[in-house]
């Protein structure tokens, strides 16, 4: 067919940049026959629920945008049903900034190891805000981010039941744990009792990025579900990116033994490299306790390059399509600098979050300036500004600075914050 309707450059290769050429003609819009991906009744209803199938969940809603569309449309369920928000404090800026778009009630947790990039939360403080929400009232929810940036999983099927009995939805960030239901162990938050989560497909398991899912665990929920990531996303989603999903999805029912392959190799590696100590539990996220700054110099002259690094740690993410040989040079890479590993530094110690002052949206919304570390205690945070990765915020909008928080800020290389200007 004659192309006359967009992308405008028909499916035709854009010089100087001759690469991109055989994808170009897969690049299109919602023409007759490839459905529409927020009515879907066509070839992407069909490939969701083929999805839906590989995971074992109730639905799947295809995102080209992201965990992060995904995140905006679990946080307006949330609104819509009216909830309060019970979320640790290791969150990703895409829900934070959901929370700010909805004016979402939430109830922060402090983690009790006092790390907010990758913080532990007991099972009792979820229960203590639930029981608080039940004596004020208030219908809740659960909000979790598992596995987080450094690979630390927390117990879901613990959280699901523990939120049965309080009749509150478990939603879970599972933006980098797509591949868990795969493992010899399913650790999938689906298979584990959650309502709501989502994959990003993009960062562990071979799609292009921004490719996500969004998991219902009641196929009812869809339509609804669909309807919210209309409110934020695109009404152009990239072809290229649910294609990507498609076959990534394809891909994965075809290469189970390979993820388990090299998620038993990934273990293994980390087994054989004992001079290092690796933090948190998924096997994909290679996580080492170091001056990760410093290591990440090492590996960078090694021909590595590393997806996040900081005075305490260095993040490698591997993936069930690496072979064998790419394994085994990460293996002899960290053994040739095991005897000079940079030692991690001491985090500055948190004894309990600021105090909030205004709410999320407000103090996101207000007149803001921004003013170096040095001058900005007693002042009240505005936009959060925030580096990524690993793109969760340490101060929120609407806490006021004190001179714990600062320094954690300063730790992390922050110099200066975004301050409401009050009247
Ligand atoms: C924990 C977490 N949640 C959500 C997201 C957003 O995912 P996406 O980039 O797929 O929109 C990220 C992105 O890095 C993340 O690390």
């Not at 290229?240 to 990534?248: D, G, K, P, V, Y």
Request: glycine share 6%.
């Amino acid at each position: 067919m004659l192309r006359c309707h967009m992308p405008g450059h028909k499916g035709k290769s854009i010089m100087p940049f001759p690469e991109l050429s055989a994808i170009m003609p897969y690049d299109i819009t919602e023409i007759e026959g490839a459905d529409s991906l927020f009515e879907a009744s066509g070839i992407l209803l069909h490939a969701e629920k083929e999805t839906a199938a590989l995971y074992g969940s109730g639905a799947v809603c295809y995102s080209a945008g992201g965990s992060t569309l995904c995140i905006q449309a679990m946080a307006a369920k949330m609104k819509a049903e009216q909830r309060t928000v019970i979320a640790g404090r290791t969150v990703h800026r895409s829900f934070l900034h959901a929370c700010v778009l909805l004016d979402l009630p939430v109830r922060f947790l402090f983690p009790e190891n006092g790390d907010i990039i990758s913080g532990t939360y007991p099972l009792t403080a979820y229960e203590t805000a639930l029981q608080s929400c039940t004596q004020t009232g208030e219908k809740a929810c659960v909000y979790v981010t598992s596995p987080d940036y450094m690979g630390h999983i927390a117990d879901i099927g613990a959280l699901a039941a523990l939120c049965r009995r309080y009749d509150a939805p478990l939603f879970v960030d599972n933006a980098h744990g797509a591949h868990l239901a795969f493992l010899k162990e399913n650790r999938h938050p689906m298979a584990l009792g959650a309502d709501f989560c989502c994959d990003s497909a993009h960062k562990l398991l071979p799609a292009l990025t921004g490719g996500a899912w969004l998991h219902c665990r009641r196929s009812e929920d869809a339509p609804e579900m669909k309807q919210y990531m209309q409110m934020f996303g695109s009404t152009s989603p990239s072809y290229l990116i649910m294609q990507s999903l498609e076959t990534a999805s394809g891909w994965i029912s075809s290469s189970m033994e390979q993820i388990r392959y090299a998620a038993a190799k990934a273990e293994l590696l980390r087994r054989s490299l004992s001079a290092y100590h690796f933090l948190g539990e998924d096997p994909f996220h290679l996580t080492i306790a170091a001056d990760g700054v410093k290591l990440s110099e090492l590996l960078r002259k090694d021909g590595i390059m590393w997806e996040y690094a900081d005075r305490t740690c260095l993040v490698l993410l591997l993936s069930p399509v690496m072979t064998d040989g790419e394994l085994d040079k990460i293996h002899a890479v960290l053994q040739s600098h095991a005897d000079h590993i940079p030692p991690p530094a001491v985090r500055p110690h948190l004894t309990a979050l600021p105090e909030r002052v205004m709410s999320l949206r407000q103090a996101a919304l207000s007149a803001w300036e921004t003013v170096p570390l040095s001058e900005a205690e007693e002042r009240i945070c505005g936009p959060v500004q925030v580096p990524c990765p690993p793109a969760v915020p340490l101060v929120l909008s609407g806490e006021r600075l004190n001179r714990e928080w600062l320094k954690l800020m300063a730790f992390y290389g922050i110099r200066t914050a975004a301050c409401v200007i009050e009247k």
